[in-house]
């Protein structure tokens, strides 16, 4: 019996690349780069319905798609801000109805614009908090307590249209429909929010309260945070927002109608912060992944319907790519905890 070495594997040489490594380097960069997920996403969303139909890609649809999503995007940035802090108002889209319902009666009444947009605006602060008032000291959970308040909501919106729709004219319409150099008031109102709600997240003390009362709310107390006051500005903001967003929902459609707003807006609103990366448990979130899955879910709606997709299978689609754009933005956060 003849015993045979096996065969010396040649050595790499000092200095050669390594391509399996050097792939593994290049997909943990690629996964490093943050809300890598949702671009992905969007990406092939958007190509595949640039490809599916000629008008998707054109200037006007993709301005009309940034329109549409502005009432979103606002209420996304209020939610953003408070689901940081671990907090969830699920009646900012029943807020946004009773807004324009209130609103529309008075501006067909003969109430100026100016003290509408006022009423309308603290109006919907006193909501968001009553709202905070009732989940800090009565620790109700806010998931209840807010979706209680949403079904309230929608009640009484009915209640102040009688369940009519009412036209507000000429009354908002240059906030609805103008543009300045091509870009409609609606988007630049979204942005600035946007952007503030960024700024205040990332560089001020109240923001980074936020994420402090979030990631654990009893250390944050023990900081010396002031826990009950943050929260009730939080939720007196989201409200805020809300009728901002009702506003400018009012000033698009120019009428207010049963079934405007409500639960469907405000499941629009969750899902892009979600999808965002903001934690629903709190202490993580940010603005920019909360702006992407606004405007994914603006492209995929928009896309759907210049393919004419059955409204039976409309549904099915966008769940499948909320819940995709979902999983990347996990395997994101696994990748850098």
Known sequence: MSLEAPPVQPRAKKGAPDTVSGSRT???SLLGVPHAGLFAVL???VVFASLETDSFATSTNLINILRQVSVSAVLAAGLTLLMTAGGMDFSMGSNAAVVTAVAAQMLAHGESTAVTVVVSLVLATLIGLVNGLVVTYTNVAPFVATLATATLLDGVALLVLDGLSVSIGTHLSSLGNGKILGIPYLLLVALLVLVVAG????????????FAIGGNEHVARLSGIGVNRNKLLLYGLAGTLAGLAGLMLLSRLGASS?????LTLQLTAVAAVV???????????TVVGTALGVVLLGVVANALNLLQVSSYFQQISVGSVLLIAAIANQLHKKSHP
Do not use: C, N, W
Not at 202 to 209: A, H, N, P, Q, S
Not at 258 to 262: F, S
Not at 275 to 282: C, D, F, K, Y
């Open 258 to 262: 049963p079934g405007t707003g409500g």
């Open 43 to 45: 990406i092939i969303v």
């Open 26 to 28: 290049s997909l943990r």
């Open 199 to 210: 700024l205040v997240m990332k560089f001020t003390v109240f923001g980074r309260d936020a």
């Open 275 to 285: 999808i965002g990366g903001t934690s629903l448990a709190g202490g993580s979130g």
